[in-house]
């Protein structure tokens, strides 16, 4: 059992019951423009599209205690103070409750005969949150008790908020009208967006905008702050320092009365015409005086509860409306849950936020990633294509001419990061696997002419969309080492193997350090990216049936082909895939060395790539990745680890054994592994292997693996390691799409191809059947799998509205709005 909560499934929500779980477990808000995180303990922040630009509250990463800022809410009853989230008082309530919902979280607490309960949410549409707030006297006697909603205000700019106090400490500046509060640092200046915090329901007694004032002084804290140990705001009004929003709300409550109101927070931005009131005359009081006209439009339209309910409701209709794409009814609880609910939600998470904000990435990092955001696609072209449309187009636009690819990008600008520049060499490859889905999931093959140009080049009319995908293909088979297998540049998807970067320097970037464009950088060659080539080249045939140019779908098999060829004399260690060959040509990967024997990236691409498929190497390279790499927690990337640091592998061998990259378990990869399991029929262990870094099996062993049971990690812990089984860095990991993936398209079977819906089951032996709902292409099939013979592959009969069909693949024009399919394996 699972001692810190449980999952809601009814309700897809999961539900947290003592606040003091091992790690703190978060939540994303909103889902267009506005977004926040926030832990089961309020902690957290939001920001308006980019979490480093744009961020409106302050937290404070990495300190101790660790979530620490977030949004509070404090209850002063008598002598007793405490909140609802538990945090930052930490006292003890009598109850405490938090559900983490789709794009919501309710959190409940209750003490002496109060309870306080808030549902946080950014409506769709709009650019603020709503903490709607419910207080009620669950005892016998009257209340008089005060609240304080609480934030700390970020000066927008995340890192310098972080780093620049010379600056900071005299820039804060606040406006407060009519009993709301507004953060208007640099308003004055160049900028034209502004944040607001108010109270809508109940008349605010008082505020406080100086942290030092709230706190008492700047040696206070928020687990007691001045101000509501004496009960009483001070009605401050911040310059410079750390300007925070404090609303006192004073409320009698009769026994069992409960009182409804709610705080807005939120951005707004004024165009530059009418950036400051309009009364405003120079040298008159009101100069400077920002306009809040904006903001008033949104109070307006929630000044009533009702407003909030119906905004509630919006939201919960758009994700019942996309959760209804594909639907799985089956007596697993974990594949149901995870499929029906939390798998997807993550993939749109990762869609939104890409690597920018979670509690281990601080928003203030990473751009787009052009390998991640690819595979960030294939979990959501069935929930949202147009978006999908446009991030395809965004990621094919930041490709150079020769080829390669901008490694990150900004999402505000969409213009390629210098800094991480390129030169990884599988970055290219990604972008025909997204396309490919894409097309197969709306048939949307005019996106193929969609003129874009290249990063490197002023022609933005120039190369189509066609263009970038055949130039990806390219790429590989122009950067080809000694043995004809693809270079590989600063890194492959492991970022961590860094063949060509002998960083000696501390602190400097391990993917950057080399020259990757050097003689010697020639040498280095990756298996992996050999498979994933292999992979590409049928996804591009696949893409060029589509278009009919049958020619080149024959030349670019072909092309896969001779790559096979190459893999199968150079890359062939014996009983699994060799993963690369350094940068002095020696092998990395293979029986011969002493670490790094075996690694499972090569195996999972070089069967997806179709490797072996007939001579019995990949069955051989799985069995190995079985028998050497495989644990109860998941499948370790490679083993023996590298105990001390290897100048010529760069940064895998930095991490002591058993973490990240060395050793540890990477719960992507093992994706991949599942589905190879699944193209060589052993639905026992593609499942096994799927169960293995489920979180939601993970609620038994919960004070191991510490992270959230409901969202994918991106690591394990591995065995090497003095705490193996210990997940961190959840939420943003491209675990998320692969495994939705796995499950539903591989296991469960269900998938868009190129003719139509495929059908074509992978599951284990003792499965009796389930039954998919798909929403595809306008139409709904309702999908029944029996499973009588106990197989785990192989379809036997299809019927399709009554009619048998041959394969296993439906035809688009079959059937009319609903179809009825039935599936026997065997
Ligand atoms: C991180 C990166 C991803 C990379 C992986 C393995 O998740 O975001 O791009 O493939 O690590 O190194
Ligand atoms: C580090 C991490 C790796 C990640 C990379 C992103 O190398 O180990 O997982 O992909 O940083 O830059």
């Not at 290897?646 to 589905?675: C, D, M, R, V």
Request: overall charge neutral; hydrophobic content about 35%.
């Amino acid at each position: 059992m699972n001692p810190y909560g449980r999952f809601d499934d009814a309700n897809r929500e999961y539900v947290i019951t003592r606040p003091d779980t091992p790690l703190p477990w978060f939540n994303y808000l909103g889902c267009e423009e506005f977004f926040g995180i926030i832990s089961n303990t309020g902690g957290g922040y939001c920001f308006y599209r980019d979490a480093k630009m744009r961020r409106l509250m302050r937290y404070r990463y990495n300190n101790c205690p660790l979530d620490s800022n977030g949004r509070y809410l404090y209850v002063k009853d008598g002598n007793s103070i405490w909140n609802q989230t538990w945090k930052p008082t930490r006292t003890k309530l009598d109850s405490y409750e938090c559900r983490h919902g789709m794009g919501y979280s309710t959190i409940t607490g209750a003490k002496d005969g109060v309870e306080v309960s808030i549902r946080y949410f950014v409506p769709i549409g709009q650019t603020t949150e709503v903490w709607d707030v419910r207080v009620r006297n669950t005892g016998k006697t009257k209340k008089n008790i005060s609240l304080f909603g609480f934030l700390e205000w970020c000066l927008w700019d995340a890192m310098d908020d972080q780093t620049n106090f010379q600056r900071n400490y005299s820039i804060g500046q606040v406006e407060i009208e009519d009993g709301a509060i507004f953060h208007v640092t640099e308003y004055r200046e160049r900028r034209n967006h502004f944040g607001y915090f108010s109270v809508i329901g109940e008349k605010p007694a008082g505020f406080d905008t100086s942290r030092d004032k709230f706190v008492g002084s700047v040696h206070g804290g928020l687990d007691a702050p001045a101000v509501v140990v004496n009960g009483k705001c001070t009605n401050s009004v911040a310059f410079g320092w750390q300007p925070v929003g404090v609303h006192q709300i004073d409320l009698n409550l009769a026994p069992g009365e409960e009182k409804r109101f709610h705080f807005l927070l939120g951005y707004a931005e004024n165009d530059e015409k009418s950036k400051f009131a309009k009364s405003a005359d120079a040298g008159s009081a009101k100069a400077g005086v920002v306009n809040k006209s904006p903001y008033h439009k949104v109070a307006k339209q929630f000044e009533s509860s009702k407003a909030v309910d119906a905004e509630f409701a919006k939201l919960k209709d758009h994700w019942t409306d996309l959760l209804s794409v594909y639907s799985v009814k089956i007596d697993d609880p974990h594949v149901s849950r995870m499929v029906n609910i939390w798998n997807q939600y993550q993939c749109m998470t990762t869609l939104n936020m890409s690597r920018s904000a979670s509690g281990y990435e601080s928003g203030i990092g990473r751009g787009m990633g052009y390998r991640d955001s690819n595979q960030d696609l294939l979990g959501v072209v069935h929930l949202q294509p147009e978006r999908s449309r446009q991030r395809i187009l965004d990621l094919a636009a930041t490709q150079l001419s020769d080829g390669i690819c901008y490694h990150q990008y900004q999402p505000l600008t969409k213009k390629g990061n210098t800094a991480a520049g390129s030169n990884f060499n599988d970055d290219p490859l990604w972008l025909p696997l997204a396309v490919a889905a894409y097309i197969n999931e709306t048939g949307d093959a005019k996106i193929l002419n969609e003129k874009i140009g290249y990063a490197d080049k002023d022609n933005k009319d120039g190369a189509t969309l066609m263009d970038h995908l055949e130039l990806s293909i390219a790429y590989t088979l122009k950067h080809r080492g000694p043995h004809g297998l693809p270079l590989i540049g600063h890194a492959d998807w492991n970022d961590c193997l860094n063949l060509n970067c002998f960083s000696s320097t501390p602190g400097e970037s391990f993917q950057l350090a080399g020259d990757v464009d050097g003689p010697q950088a020639r040498i280095a060659e990756s298996v992996m990216i050999a498979g994933l080539f292999c992979a590409a080249c049928e996804k591009m045939a696949e893409i060029y049936h589509q278009v009919g140019r049958e020619a080149d779908a024959a030349a670019v098999l072909k092309n896969g082909e001779s790559m096979r060829l190459v893999v199968n004399q150079h890359g062939w260690d014996g009983e699994w895939f060799l993963r690369a060959y350094d940068a002095k040509g020696k092998k990395i990967g293979s029986h011969e060395n002493a670490e790094g024997k075996i690694f499972i990236e090569s195996q999972g691409w070089g069967v997806l790539g179709g490797i072996g498929l007939t001579d019995g190497k990949a069955q051989k390279a799985l069995d190995s990745t079985n028998k050497l790499l495989a644990t109860s927690n998941g499948i370790i990337l490679q083993q023996p680890p590298y105990a001390t640091y290897h100048l010529e592998l760069g940064e895998i061998s930095s991490y002591p054994p058993g973490y990240k990259e060395n050793a540890g378990i990477f719960t992507h990869n093992n994706t991949w592994i599942q589905i190879a399991e699944t193209m060589l029929g052993n639905g026992d262990r593609a499942f096994e292997y799927y169960m293995s870094i489920c979180p939601s099996g993970k609620e038994q062993q919960i004070d191991t693996y510490r992270a959230e049971p409901y969202v994918y990690s991106q690591m394990t812990a591995g065995r090497d390691a003095p705490t193996p089984g210990e997940a961190k860095n959840s939420w943003l990991t491209g675990t998320a799409s692969w495994s939705l993936v796995s499950i539903t398209q591989f296991i469960l079977g269900v998938r868009p191809g190129p003719k139509g819906l495929i059908v074509d089951p992978c599951v284990p032996k003792s499965w009796k059947g389930y039954s998919v709902t798909r929403k595809f292409r306008g139409k709904t099939y309702q999908i029944d799998v029996k499973n009588p013979a106990g197989v785990s592959k192989g379809v036997k009969k299809l019927i399709v509205d009554g009619k048998p069909v041959a394969g296993n693949s439906i035809p688009f024009d079959l059937g009319g709005k609903t179809v009825a399919v039935s599936v026997e394996l065997g």
